[in-house]
């Protein structure tokens, strides 16, 4: 291999539920699924034809695995000009279907598989968690929450991750609230209390009375540095792995 690669690894999150809209004849979803996943791996070559790159695709542990050949000075193009074409081919083909996508587009090269397939997939299981699914997820955009990671698996930082914000994410799970969607929203906004409300959609004064529930739970006060560092810490640490514990 002489040319440079860079790994894109694409989840389709809806198969299931795209299966039951079609619902073919007197076919079960473990022998549609095999010739769907071809039809994709199909599209995602003619998509690299189109863009003239070569493509290797393989689907293993319901991933779709590509590596395309790219210039190593126009990655992040490369990668969403192809994305652009597999993604408008696929809505033509199967309309509904949703793919989130993880790009390693800092571990391009020629000799870099094993790394690029590692950083592609953890930018895709990173960035489903803490964006959701449906987008394209890069190496950049996930930066941070890379350096937490490794934290994320000490069994210490789970103790203080769970003390701070346990009660948060159980008043969320048993009384249906949005107190951890509506911290990191004022977190993200600098503390700018209109700002956050417009954006949540919320009165300024449903937004006041959870700012004084978060504090109440968690008896941090959201006026000090220290304790807003460290909410907005165990919540990035939670999203990365600890909701999967």
């Known amino acids: 291999m002489n040319l440079p690669y860079v790994c894109v690894i694409g989840f389709a999150e809806n198969l299931k539920s795209l299966f039951q809209k079609i619902k073919p004849n007197k076919i079960t979803y473990e022998q549609w699924m095999p010739s769907m996943i071809r039809s994709i791996e199909e599209q995602v070559v003619l998509a690299g034809k189109w863009i003239h ?41 199967f309309p509904g279907l949703m793919m989130s996508w993880g790009i390693a587009e800092q571990q391009a090269g020629i000799r870099t ?15 489903r968690r803490q964006m959701g ?5 890069t190496q950049v955009n996930t930066s941070i929450f890379r350096i937490l990671l490794p934290l994320s698996k000490n069994p210490d930082v789970l103790g203080i991750v769970l003390s701070t914000i346990e009660q948060l ?12 969607h509506t911290l990191t929203t004022y977190i993200r ?41 460290l909410l907005d810490l165990c919540i990035k640490l939670w999203m990365i792995g600890f909701d999967q514990s």
């Open 53 to 93: 790159k070569e493509v290797m695709v393989t689907y293993q542990q319901e991933r779709l695995i590509i590596f395309l050949e790219t210039t190593l000075n126009q990655v992040q193009d490369v990668v969403n000009l192809f994305l652009d074409h597999v993604e408008n081919r696929l809505k033509k083909r």
């Open 189 to 229: 906004n600098q503390g700018n209390i209109s700002q956050t409300a417009r954006e949540l959609c919320v009165h300024r004064h449903t937004l006041l009375y959870r700012l004084k529930k978060i504090e109440s739970l968690t008896g941090r006060s959201l006026m000090n540095p220290d304790d807003l560092f």
């Open 113 to 127: 598989f094993h790394d690029s397939f590692n950083n592609a997939k953890i930018a895709l299981d990173i960035g």
């Open 133 to 137: 699914p449906g987008y394209r997820y």
């Open 169 to 180: 994410i159980d008043y969320d799970n048993h009384r249906g609230g949005d107190l951890v």
